[in-house]
């Protein structure tokens, strides 16, 4: 789904009297997106989830936007068809800059395998907000972790469509960072992550 199909009408953007750089400058930092994409069991959620930790203690707001979570709610009527999963990843991406615009470092946790839907919503912020981060794990090593049994029903057919397995992952070509989450420890992977928010300015280097 290249562009959502607009069914409403009479509808008129409303300006906002707070803006973004209101809100940002009360939070003492900036505020971005932080992609992380990967594999299943790649260790996506767990590290979005340290690096929201780590914000939370140095006084810095931060959200994560889980992929699981999502599906409960928000996306809890699409599949995992390729149709249904650039229209999961267009709406997130939607509420994610919803959540940038309110000053709010926001971290997704989403599989989100074709490059054009991660570009699409790269398209949709600045180009100084969108910051994908690959967590690179061997295929391997995420089937030795499989803590759903997800791989183990999809090798059995059980499960249609999945990523790595009966459905392709489209790795980043150029993505702002890559942590190799089957080589490093999850203290190490999350001070990649905070490094590159020091070093392109989003939270002050000290704390």
Known sequence: MAEATRKSSNVVWHPELVQRSDRERLNGHK?????????????????????????QQKGFRSYVLDGDNVR????????????????????IGEMAKLFVDAGVITLTAFISPFRADRDRVRGMLSEQDFFEIHCACALEVCEQRDVKGLYRKARAGLIADFTGISSPYEAPIQPELVVHTDKQDLQESAAQVIALLRERKIVPACP
């Open 72 to 91: 409960h709610g928000l996306c809890a009527d699409l599949g995992f068809s390729d149709t249904d999963r650039a229209e999961n990843i267009r709406r």
């Open 31 to 55: 505020s971005a997106l932080l992609w992380l994409t990967g594999l299943s069991g790649a260790g996506k959620s767990t590290l979005a989830q340290a690096v929201a930790h780590q914000l």
